[in-house]
């Protein structure tokens, strides 16, 4: 299969970076482009934040939008927006989504106020579309074409992969950098320059953007070079894939060709579970996720530079072919591993994986954001089966129509900005961030960080101000 021709490159700046459940998208901007990079269409929102939101000074620093502090505009409408225009973007023909360490950050708060604003989450890997990471494919790339890019470096002798760095060494100028719009236009010259210097790199990270594709791209590749990066160390494996879970269609079952092949083919039934409930450094299996970007490339194309002769990792590629059956046990093995239970999240802001919305409710939602009049919208309210949902319109209706509403949904919403403003919890606090803002204002110097800091330190104290006495 080719990957998608359309790609939509997108970018986030947040009321927070900590926090992350509940930090707030006030910017986003979007670019449409074909597969030559050529942009067809851009889209550039902005929102005020959520009256239960708690803006952060060091964030406003980095971006400097102290304007939406005042907007008129609401999250709900932005959200809604990005929500419309994606879909169109994508309706005729599928797209890939673009982002920049977005499925550590941006990817996932999309997803959790598209959650929030009653709007289909998986918008980027649904109907078609792919998602990929870039941040995984500059990694890569510094690692096997250290020369490609004169990479700043840091105190540990690493390439650094912030986009603001990589592509100021491209000679872009990046003087409004943070800014979401001008970080898409980053991330597709960026793009655009991989493409002309390493096409089948590219080609192969582009058709990993789909968990077919990406499944397509490890049956066909004899030997896969693996990066893993979970924080700033990396490990780099060899791997050969053996086939999907069948208990969870997201994850790929790998085998390090590192590992003396006849010690891995003789493990027992209980050895192979162990090693496969703890994928490790340690381990001679590998879990790849289909449904998130990886740094993986073809080790036969790209040097990996692996301590083992790459005939010799093509071999043991080959021997493993040879045991069927051996494979098939291991596939038997990882659906017999206990699921992980995550710890049940006590705020619905942060339970978007622990259950979905159902078909009943899910198909009110497009009514709620059709209809015109309060009374229709407060009907479909309470029709929503799901507390969660109910609770999200509230929040809504709240958010556009804070006077005209029934007493206990003004109440109730009066009662979250408290507890938001006021107490201690998941969310960010202002006594915290109140004493970030004095610290800053002994630490930078210029007068436009003054301005800043002082602006969002007005906007708290303005806020808890009206908390306390209302």
Known sequence: MKYQNKLIFSDTETTGRDERDFIQIIQSASLLTDEKFQTLESMNVSCAPLPWTV????????????DTLQSSDTHYQMMKSIHGQWKTWSQEEPAIFITYNGHAFDEELYRKQFFWNLL???????????????LMLTRLVSQLFPD??????????????????????????????????????????????????????VDDYLLQATKQGCAEFLGKTKVIGYRHQPFARFWTYPIKFLGINPTNQNEAICVDLNYPIEDVIDLSYQDIMGYLAKPNAESPFKIIRLNKSQGMADANEFDFKFDCPLSELNANAERYDENPEWIERVLVASTDLEQKEWPKKAVIDQTIYEKFFGNGDRNLFQKFHNAHSLEEKLSLCDRFNDSRAKAFGHRILFQENKTNLPAEIISSSKALIKERWTSEGPWPSVETYLSEAEELKHERNSAVDQRIIMAVESYLQHNIQGVNHG
Do not use: W
């Not at 980027?124 to 792919?130: A, F, L, Y």
């Not at 840091?154 to 409004?176: A, F, M, Q, W």
């Open 55 to 66: 803006p952060t000074p060091g964030a406003y620093l980095t971006h400097k939008k102290i």
């Open 120 to 134: 289909d989450p998986f918008v980027t890997n649904t109907n078609g579309n792919g998602r990929s990471d870039l």
């Open 148 to 201: 490609l890019i004169d990479f700043e470096i840091n105190k540990n002798g690493n390439p650094i992969c912030r986009l603001e760095s990589v592509v100021g060494r491209l000679g872009l100028d990046t003087s409004n950098a943070h800014d979401a719009l001008s970080d898409c236009v980053f991330m597709v010259e960026l793009l655009k320059f991989f493409k002309a210097a390493q096409p089948k790199l």
